[in-house]
Structure formats: C-alpha cells, structure tokens
C-alpha cells in the first residue's frame, strides 16, 4: 500500500506575517525575548513562505489570549460596528462585497494597541478612531482607490494606537478622527 504523500504547509498571506511580527515585538516589549532572539525571529517570519516557517518562528511565545482575536466577515452587504462595544486586541474585517464602517470613537480598548486587519474586496470602508488615538497605516495596500487619512497630533497623551493593515482592492478607505 503506497502512501499519501505529506501535505505540503499552506502559504502565508501579509496579514499572517503582520501579525506575527506584532506577536514578536509584544514579546520582546514585556522581556520574554532579547533583542539578539527579537532579531533572529523577525528576520525567520520576513523570510518565511509557508505556515511552518511561521510556526517555527514563534514557537516557546506565549499563546493569543483567548477573546484577543475577533473576525467579523461577510461575503456581502454592511459590516457596521458603533456605539459602545468591546474592541479586541486583533479584529479581522473581511468582506467580498459591500461596506464597511467601524466608528471607534466610543468603544472600549482593553488593550493600548489594537491590529485592525482589513481584507476588503470592492465597496467602501469607513474608520471613525477616537479624538486622541494614533494610527499607523503602514501594513494596508491599497488596489485601485486612494487612502483618505489626515493625521492629527493628539490633544492629550494616552490615546490607542491603531495599526491598520491588510489589503483593500476596489474600495475607497477613510479614516477620521472623531470631534469629540
């Protein structure tokens, strides 16, 4: 009896590498890691090309806490999220069609930085982040449409940062800070 062939390991998608890489840094920011295994880990997750090699880049880390990571997804229609609600460490917005709206403005940070992966077909999206938060776009690439985002110096310190990442093909993304 011939057997199965090994499964080979999935590649890896940028979100996956952002994350990993925020893992990392969170890591050597509470002293689990040195700056030595800080660097030698980073550069094995920005040189991997599939699962494993993530994997192994993460491996002795302590797990996700769980209820640090949420997806809301639809293939269609509106993802809309406002008022006062739980914002999680990690929020995974994926939607094939439609728009989106998250309005931040009043929602409850357990955390001070959340990851807000966006994986965004064609429609639009809107962010509304507090008046005081800090938002980093550098991980999100966008398809066909431009980015509006006017950054502003927070008022006071002690403010979120909001790391926004992810890919945005046929839509239009905007960020604003809240008035109030």
Same mark, same amino acid.
């Given at each position: 009896?011939?057997?199965l062939p090994d499964?080979?390991s999935?590649l890896?998608?940028?979100?996956?590498?952002?994350?990993?890489?925020?893992?990392?840094?969170?890591?050597?920011?509470?002293?689990?890691?040195?700056?030595?295994?800080?660097?030698?880990?980073?550069?094995?997750?920005?040189?991997a090309?599939?699962?494993?090699?993530?994997?192994s /880049?993460?491996?002795? =880390?302590p +797990?996700? *806490?769980? $209820?640090?990571?949420s997806?809301?997804?639809?293939a269609?229609?509106?993802? &809309?999220r406002?008022?006062v609600?739980?914002?999680p460490?990690?929020?995974?917005?994926h939607?094939?069609f439609?728009k989106?709206?998250?309005d931040?403005?009043?929602?409850?940070?357990e955390?001070?930085?959340?990851?807000?992966?966006?994986?965004?077909?064609?429609?639009?999206?809107?962010?509304t982040?507090p008046r005081d /938060?800090?938002?980093? =776009?550098? +991980?999100? *690439?966008? $398809?066909?449409?431009?980015l509006?985002y006017r950054?502003?110096?927070?008022? &006071?310190?002690?403010?979120?940062?909001?790391?926004i990442?992810?890919?945005?093909?046929?839509?239009?993304l905007?960020i604003?800070h809240?008035?109030?």
């Amino acid at each position: 009896m011939a057997s199965l062939p090994d499964t080979p390991s999935p590649l890896i998608r940028d979100g996956d590498r952002d994350t990993a890489v925020h893992r990392l840094q969170d890591a050597y920011a509470v002293g689990l890691i040195s700056h030595e295994e800080l660097d030698e880990r980073l550069h094995r997750v920005l040189t991997a090309n599939v699962q494993d090699e993530l994997t192994s /880049a993460l491996a002795s =880390l302590p +797990g996700e *806490h769980p $209820g640090t990571t949420s997806t809301i997804a639809a293939a269609a229609g509106r993802i &809309r999220r406002s008022g006062v609600w739980r914002v999680p460490r990690f929020l995974k917005v994926h939607s094939a069609f439609g728009k989106v709206h998250l309005d931040l403005s009043r929602a409850d940070f357990e955390h001070p930085t959340v990851d807000i992966e966006l994986q965004l077909g064609t429609g639009r999206a809107r962010i509304t982040v507090p008046r005081d /938060a800090v938002v980093d =776009l550098g +991980g999100l *690439h966008t $398809g066909w449409k431009d980015l509006r985002y006017r950054a502003r110096q927070p008022s &006071r310190p002690g403010g979120p940062e909001i790391r926004i990442s992810g890919t945005m093909g046929f839509g239009r993304l905007k960020i604003r800070h809240a008035r109030r």
